[in-house]
C-alpha cells in the first residue's frame, strides 16, 4: 500500500518567518494530495490540496508544489502567525482512489510571537 | 450546519470490557470511515464503508469492528478493550461525487485502564 512520509516532526518559527513541511508518498498512481490542519483539541480540517495535474496551488498564505517525478509534495505559510500554530497532517489518496488517504505522521508547527 | 458527530467525547473503560463508539453525520455523504490518531503516528484507518452493505478493513482493524446502521450512522465497537486500544478515534465522511475532501467528526477519547 501507500507510504507517506512527512518531514520535519516539528518546527517552531518566529512570527512572519515561512514555514515549509515537506512530504514523499510512495504510490505512482496517487494523484491527490491534502494537508489538513489539526489545532489542540480539534478536529483535523483540510486547508488545502492538489491534485497530479498541476504542480502548485496557492490560497492567501498557503501554498502546495508538488514534484510527481520525485513523488514529494510540499506545504509553504508565508507571514506566519501564532493561529498558524497546530499539527499539519500530509496525506496521499491510495491507488488514485476518491475515498482511501494514507496519512502522514503529522508535524508540529509553533509560531513564537 | 450539516456536521459529523461522534459520542461519548470521553470515555474511560477497563481492560475486557466492550465499548461502542458512535458516529452521526447530517452532511448526506455515502462514505464514513473510522480512524485512530496516536501521538507521532498520526491518523490510520481502522474501517471504511460505501453504504450500509459495503464495509472495508482499513490498515489496522485487528480487534475493532463496525456496524452501519443507515447511511447516516457508523458505529465501531471494541469487542475486549486493552490498554494499547487507548487512543483518539475520529469518525470522517466523504462524498463518492468530484470532492475528495474528508470531513471529521470532534473525536472520541478513549482510555482504557
Redesign the interface.
Known amino acids: 500500500?501507500e507510504n507517506v512520509e512527512?518531514h520535519p516532526?516539528t518546527l517552531s518559527v518566529q512570527e512572519g518567518d515561512s514555514a515549509v513541511i515537506k512530504c514523499t508518498y510512495s504510490d505512482s498512481a496517487s494523484n491527490?494530495f491534502?494537508w489538513y490542519k489539526q489545532e489542540l483539541g480539534?478536529?483535523?480540517?483540510?486547508i488545502i490540496?492538489i491534485r497530479s495535474n498541476v504542480g502548485e496551488k496557492k490560497d492567501q498564505r498557503i501554498a502546495v508544489t508538488l514534484n510527481k517525478t520525485a513523488k514529494h509534495f510540499s506545504l509553504h505559510i508565508t507571514e506566519t502567525q501564532p493561529e498558524d500554530s497546530a499539527v499539519y497532517?500530509c496525506a496521499a489518496?491510495e491507488r488514485g482512489s476518491?475515498?482511501?488517504?494514507?496519512?502522514?505522521?503529522?508535524t508540529l508547527l509553533t509560531v513564537n510571537p | 450546519d450539516a456536521d459529523v458527530t461522534q459520542t461519548p467525547r470521553n470515555r474511560i473503560t477497563k481492560t475486557g470490557k466492550r465499548i461502542m463508539l458512535e458516529c452521526s453525520q447530517t452532511k448526506g455523504h455515502d462514505?464514513m470511515y473510522w480512524y485512530r490518531q496516536d501521538p507521532?503516528?498520526?491518523?490510520?484507518?481502522i474501517y471504511?464503508s460505501?453504504d450500509v452493505k459495503d464495509i472495508n478493513k482499513?490498515?489496522i482493524s485487528d480487534g475493532y469492528s463496525v456496524s452501519r446502521q443507515a447511511q447516516a450512522k457508523f458505529s465501531l465497537s471494541l469487542e475486549s478493550a486493552i490498554p494499547n486500544q487507548t487512543a483518539l478515534y475520529?469518525c470522517a465522511t466523504?462524498d463518492?461525487g468530484l470532492s475528495?475532501?474528508?470531513y471529521?467528526?470532534?473525536?472520541t477519547r478513549l482510555t482504557v485502564t
Open positions: 500500500g512527512q516532526s491527490y491534502p480539534k478536529r483535523p480540517q483540510l490540496d497532517f489518496n476518491n475515498y482511501k488517504l494514507t496519512f502522514g505522521k503529522g | 462514505r507521532g503516528l498520526g491518523l490510520r484507518l471504511y460505501f482499513g490498515e475520529f466523504s463518492s475528495y475532501e474528508q471529521f467528526g470532534p473525536g
